[in-house]
């Protein structure tokens, strides 16, 4: 019940959160005078749409922007293939999204179907806002400037914020969910799409707008 009780406050919360795109205050293309327009979205697709039996993807946080996409055509998700607007994006692998099954429901789902089925029940405009709180706006922060970022407060497409904790070796992100683990870089998944006005991170757990 406790779980089920967590669920319905998930959707609830976020479903009816504003999903205003606020502008930051870094420079777009830190690093590289001359930025590239690839998009993320092009990068994320660039090795198919479809779910398969790797944890450490993104196949379910790509269909998820394309469910809403498809729903919401003038989402500000579209800014993620839009490779002209510059932001950061911190993308959690297709195991991040399992686990937030499990804590929400109770069961790990057996396969990345399953995961993108649990999360599509919560609704669309659920899932946009869980994808926008990903997304930092008008600002290309690469792994190096965010290992010199510790405490510094990043405002996402959500109108919420994230803040950076550096430790030694490790980059973790805290969230609005005080009572679980935050998420962190994953060392092997950092400067997606470098040279670009959108760079992405790799993240082994969401981020969560709310305390669950």
């Known amino acids: 019940m406790k779980n089920r009780i967590a669920a319905i406050g998930l959707t609830a919360a976020l479903a009816s959160a504003a999903v205003a795109v606020p502008a930051s205050s870094a420079s777009a293309g830190d690093g590289h005078p001359h930025p590239g327009t690839t998009s993320?979205?092009?990068?994320?697709?660039?090795?198919?749409?479809?779910?398969?039996?790797?944890?450490k993807d993104f196949d379910i946080v790509e269909r998820a922007a394309l469910t809403v996409l498809e729903a919401k055509p003038s989402s500000p998700v579209g800014v993620l293939a839009d490779g002209r607007e510059a932001?950061?994006?911190?993308?959690?692998?297709?195991?991040?999204?399992?686990?937030?099954?499990?804590?929400?429901?109770?069961?790990?789902?057996?396969?990345?179907?399953?995961?993108?089925?649990?999360?599509?029940?919560?609704?669309?405009?659920?899932?946009?806002?869980?994808?926008?709180?990903?997304v930092v706006p008008g600002a290309t922060i690469d792994s190096a400037q965010a290992a010199k970022s510790d405490g510094a407060r990043l405002d996402t497409a959500l109108g919420e914020t994230v803040t950076v904790d550096v430790r030694p070796n490790r980059i973790y992100l805290i969230d609005k969910d005080y009572d679980d683990r935050n998420p962190r870089l994953v060392p092997k998944?950092?400067?997606?799409?470098?040279?670009?006005?959108?760079?992405?991170?790799?993240?082994h757990r969401m981020l969560r707008p709310i305390d669950l």
């Not at 993320?40 to 944890?55: T, Y």
């Not at 396969?111 to 405009?125: I, Y």
């Not at 799409?193 to 992405?200: K, L």
């Open 40 to 55: 993320l979205v092009e990068v994320l697709a660039a090795d198919g749409v479809g779910f398969d039996r790797n944890w």
């Open 87 to 134: 932001l950061t994006a911190f993308v959690p692998t297709d195991r991040a999204f399992r686990r937030l099954v499990r804590d929400v429901t109770g069961t790990p789902p057996r396969n990345e179907r399953q995961t993108f089925q649990a999360v599509a029940t919560l609704g669309v405009d659920t899932i946009e806002a869980v994808l926008l709180y990903h």
């Open 189 to 203: 998944l950092l400067d997606i799409n470098e040279g670009n006005r959108q760079i992405a991170h790799g993240i």
